[in-house]
């Protein structure tokens, strides 16, 4: 039952972290809607939430046919997931069309059968055997076509967490149709290690499944933390620059909540604002200056891949002090243009090594020279 | 102009623009210029920035639009200079300026660097434009940084891909 309930808890937690992607890319939304659906469908299966949801409609035989409606549902959106991948999206709609002809057909059986009060495998009497017949039969199909497809095709990824998720996602659709397989052996042999059984390979397959779907997109969901991480690294660096050059602030990004609703926003707006005021401030280092830098940094033995962030450092220091110092521009700044990258990750690479190095012991004896000098 | 006003305003004027991946800002502004139906040109030049001078320039002739960028920095920030100008270009600022720095252009007849230092004070926009400008750069740069990698993949896998939401980054 804890490992069924975790298994659940973790569902409700991809689906709502996969909910902004959903919403911006129409091909992650047939995932998301059968984790969404599975995950409805999970819960009202849940001891607890049968009973708080029976003292509110009163009627459980309706909770039951709510929560077959909702796995048929989730079963249609993994073939269209499928569908979708396979480049055959013009067979969406026929695949929509016989999910809503099966989910009319089990109404239609239910509605047929002897008078029942619930429609659970252990009741007695429940639906006519036709009714689970149609039911594990769509889901099973729809099932090990998704767990085929994901583990098939997933061993060809290039990339691990690629890879990974989706064998994970394959092998939670594996545990699904192992546990229909369950729900008929029991509505068959009555067996009690099947029924035992049930609750655990549900909490197993939800594990599998929501692991699959966040390995495999955690570069994108991480994405908000890497940007609040490189946000605290930049931030010395971004305040004494923008202090010395407050006219590259973009004063309206820096306000408000924009660090918690657009961290990307925030970072973007840190990184231009540092390079705009590096720009403006190398006015204020002098052919000498930058020498002397270069050979401070050598002498120290700083590793090639640090040179350029560790001479920029040692330069911007000079020039911060410089500009305090209310000195004259430069007629000829240095060429800051082999800097930096054409991505935004080794863009944000250099810079983090920039403030490393500002706040390193190495510059800050550079700028002590300098002041002497 | 409040920062959600701001974006708003701004997100709905680049809607129309398309960002290809990988992104090139040449090809970006090749297709701008297609758009727009007027040559677009993209000169480098070293030096733009002294104190209190800009470190990127629109200039609009009768028969074209040039934007120079300040050279002496990182590729990512040539893309936002660049960027920024063609904010000002899609916002359609300061016309008035423009009108007088093609007065200008045709007085010079050509696009010299040296001359375009000495016309720089002329081209002045308001705290709000620059805004304006800055915040469309900005959100196409954020634009670009969220579209994942092209995948090297084809057939089913690459559709397993896109559709479980892997987010490849550049290499």
Same mark, same amino acid.
């Given at each position: 039952?804890?490992?069924?309930?975790?298994?659940?808890?973790?569902?409700?937690?991809?689906?709502?972290?996969?909910?902004?992607?959903?919403?911006?890319?129409?091909?992650?939304?047939?995932?998301?809607?059968?984790?969404?659906?599975?995950?409805?469908?999970?819960?009202?299966?849940?001891?607890?939430?049968?009973?708080?949801?029976?003292?509110?409609?009163?009627?459980?035989?309706?909770?039951?046919?709510?929560?077959?409606?909702?796995?048929?549902?989730?079963?249609?959106?993994?073939?269209?997931?499928?569908?979708?991948?396979?480049?055959?999206?013009?067979?969406?709609?026929?695949?929509?069309?016989?999910?809503?002809?099966?989910?009319?057909?089990?109404?239609?059986?239910?509605?047929?059968?002897?008078?029942?009060?619930?429609?659970?495998?252990?009741?007695?009497?429940?639906?006519?055997?036709?009714?689970?017949?149609?039911?594990?039969?769509?889901?099973?199909?729809?099932?090990?076509?998704?767990?085929?497809?994901?583990?098939?095709?997933?061993?060809?990824?290039?990339?691990?967490?690629?890879?990974?998720?989706?064998?994970?996602?394959?092998?939670?659709?594996?545990?699904?149709?192992?546990?229909?397989?369950?729900?008929?052996?029991?509505?068959?042999?009555?067996?009690?290690?099947?029924?035992?059984?049930?609750?655990?390979?549900?909490?197993?397959?939800?594990?599998?499944?929501?692991?699959?779907?966040?390995?495999?997109?955690?570069?994108?969901?991480?994405?908000?933390?890497?940007?609040?991480?490189?946000?605290?690294?930049?931030?010395?660096?971004?305040?004494?620059?923008?202090?010395?050059?407050?006219?590259?602030?973009?004063?309206?990004?820096?306000?408000?909540?924009?660090?918690?609703?657009?961290?990307?926003?925030?970072?973007?707006?840190?990184?231009?604002?540092?390079?705009?005021?590096?720009?403006?401030?190398?006015?204020?280092?002098?052919?000498?200056?930058?020498?002397?830098?270069?050979?401070?940094?050598?002498?120290?033995?700083?590793?090639?891949?640090?040179?350029?962030?560790?001479?920029?450092?040692?330069?911007?220091?000079?020039?911060?002090?410089?500009?305090?110092?209310?000195?004259?521009?430069?007629?000829?700044?240095?060429?800051?243009?082999?800097?930096?990258?054409?991505?935004?990750?080794?863009?944000?690479?250099?810079?983090?090594?920039?403030?490393?190095?500002?706040?390193?012991?190495?510059?800050?004896?550079?700028?002590?020279?300098?002041?002497?000098? | 102009?409040?920062?959600?006003?701001?974006?708003?305003?701004? +997100?709905? /004027?680049?809607? @129309? *623009?398309?960002?290809? #991946?990988?992104?090139?800002?040449?090809?970006?502004?090749?297709? %701008?210029?297609?758009? +727009?139906? /007027?040559?677009? @040109? *993209?000169?480098?030049? #070293?030096?733009?920035?002294?104190?209190?001078?800009?470190?990127? %320039?629109?200039?609009?002739?009768?028969?074209?639009? @040039?934007?120079?960028?300040?050279?002496?920095?990182?590729?990512?920030?040539?893309?936002?200079?660049?960027?920024?100008?063609?904010?000002?270009?899609?916002?359609?600022?300061?016309?008035?300026?423009?009108?007088?720095?093609?007065?200008?252009?045709?007085?010079?007849?050509?696009?010299?660097?040296?001359?375009?230092?000495?016309?720089?004070?002329?081209?002045?926009?308001?705290?709000?434009?620059?805004?304006?400008?800055?915040?469309?750069?900005?959100?196409?740069?954020?634009?670009?940084?969220?579209?994942?990698?092209?995948?090297?993949?084809?057939?089913?896998?690459?559709?397993?891909?896109?559709?479980?939401?892997?987010?490849?980054?550049?290499?």
């Amino acid at each position: 039952m804890v490992l069924e309930l975790v298994g659940v808890a973790s569902m409700w937690l991809v689906a709502f972290v996969k909910a902004p992607q959903a919403l911006r890319h129409p091909q992650q939304r047939a995932l998301w809607l059968a984790i969404t659906t599975i995950a409805v469908a999970m819960s009202l299966r849940l001891e607890g939430v049968d009973r708080v949801l029976q003292g509110l409609v009163g009627d459980p035989h309706t909770i039951d046919v709510a929560r077959q409606v909702f796995a048929t549902a989730d079963s249609a959106a993994l073939l269209c997931f499928v569908l979708l991948a396979a480049g055959r999206a013009r067979l969406i709609m026929p695949v929509l069309l016989v999910s809503g002809v099966v989910i009319t057909a089990l109404l239609w059986i239910d509605s047929a059968s002897p008078p029942h009060a619930r429609n659970v495998v252990n009741a007695d009497p429940g639906p006519s055997p036709a009714y689970w017949g149609l039911y594990f039969a769509f889901l099973f199909v729809a099932d090990f076509v998704c767990a085929v497809v994901c583990c098939f095709h997933g061993r060809q990824a290039d990339h691990r967490p690629l890879r990974v998720g989706l064998l994970m996602f394959g092998t939670g659709m594996g545990l699904a149709c192992f546990l229909w397989i369950l729900f008929l052996l029991y509505l068959a042999t009555e067996s009690q290690v099947a029924l035992a059984l049930l609750s655990p390979v549900t909490g197993i397959e939800a594990l599998f499944l929501a692991g699959g779907v966040l390995v495999a997109s955690s570069a994108a969901l991480f994405r908000p933390f890497v940007a609040l991480a490189a946000l605290f690294e930049l931030r010395p660096l971004w305040r004494d620059i923008t202090a010395a050059v407050p006219t590259v602030v973009m004063v309206e990004a820096h306000r408000g909540v924009t660090l918690l609703t657009a961290p990307s926003l925030r970072v973007y707006r840190t990184i231009i604002e540092i390079r705009d005021g590096l720009l403006f401030l190398r006015n204020y280092v002098s052919p000498a200056t930058l020498e002397a830098a270069r050979e401070h940094v050598v002498a120290h033995g700083v590793a090639d891949d640090l040179l350029d962030a560790t001479v920029t450092a040692c330069w911007l220091v000079a020039a911060l002090d410089a500009r305090r110092r209310g000195e004259e521009p430069q007629p000829e700044p240095p060429n800051l243009v082999s800097q930096g990258g054409t991505q935004l990750d080794t863009e944000l690479h250099f810079l983090r090594q920039l403030s490393r190095a500002y706040r390193s012991p190495l510059v800050r004896d550079f700028a002590r020279r300098e002041r002497v000098a | 102009m409040r920062l959600r006003r701001l974006r708003r305003d701004c +997100r709905s /004027r680049i809607r @129309h *623009l398309s960002i290809q #991946s990988p992104f090139d800002v040449r090809v970006f502004c090749a297709d %701008l210029a297609r758009q +727009r139906g /007027r040559p677009l @040109h *993209l000169q480098p030049i #070293s030096g733009l920035t002294s104190p209190g001078a800009p470190s990127g %320039l629109w200039l609009a002739t009768d028969t074209a639009d @040039h934007i120079f960028y300040e050279q002496d920095t990182s590729p990512l920030h040539h893309d936002h200079i660049i960027l920024h100008e063609v904010g000002h270009m899609l916002c359609e600022h300061n016309q008035l300026a423009l009108d007088d720095v093609r007065t200008a252009f045709r007085a010079i007849g050509s696009v010299d660097p040296a001359r375009i230092r000495s016309i720089l004070p002329r081209i002045r926009y308001n705290q709000d434009e620059e805004q304006q400008a800055e915040m469309i750069a900005t959100l196409i740069l954020e634009d670009i940084g969220r579209i994942p990698a092209p995948s090297p993949l084809t057939g089913f896998i690459a559709g397993l891909e896109a559709g479980i939401g892997y987010h490849r980054s550049a290499e």
